[in-house]
């Protein structure tokens, strides 16, 4: 089991930078693959930043791409997503998520999930 709890949420001007993380519990960070996704109101879950285990590789959104960073300490049981140039669009509840061994962008693949944290970007 992973328990995931997501904070640093909050609002911020279009323009503006904010950066979310995620606090993992329980079971060896280092061995699942981590991911951010966001759901905006009256839409779908989106994908939005993957990290592989050791952190060297990463995957985007094409529409944060350019923007966002994903990262993570595993000494820390922590993962990161700095968001820059924020625009009113990424206005959404966050979420990370976890998922043992592979890579997906696929919600419906992953087995752990935190609270999620709202972002609110004001134009």
């Known amino acids: 089991q992973v328990q995931l709890l997501e904070s640093g949420g909050g609002l911020v001007q279009a323009g503006g930078s904010l950066r979310v993380s995620c606090a993992a519990s329980?079971?060896?960070?280092?061995?699942?693959?981590m991911a951010w996704f966001r759901h905006p109101s009256g839409k779908e879950r989106e994908f939005v930043a993957g990290?592989?285990?050791?952190?060297?590789?990463?995957t985007y959104a094409d529409s944060v791409k350019g923007r966002f960073i994903v990262s993570r300490d595993n000494a820390k049981s922590t993962v990161y997503l700095e968001m820059n140039n924020l625009k009113s669009e990424d206005t959404a509840v966050y979420y990370c998520?976890?998922?043992?061994?592979?890579?997906?962008?696929?919600?419906?693949?992953?087995?752990?999930w935190g609270q999620g944290t709202q972002v609110t970007v004001s134009s």
């Open positions: 998520a976890a998922r043992f061994k592979f890579p997906s962008s696929n919600a419906r693949d992953y087995n752990y």
């Open positions: 990290i592989s285990q050791s952190g060297t590789s990463q």
């Open positions: 329980g079971r060896t960070l280092s061995t699942y693959f």
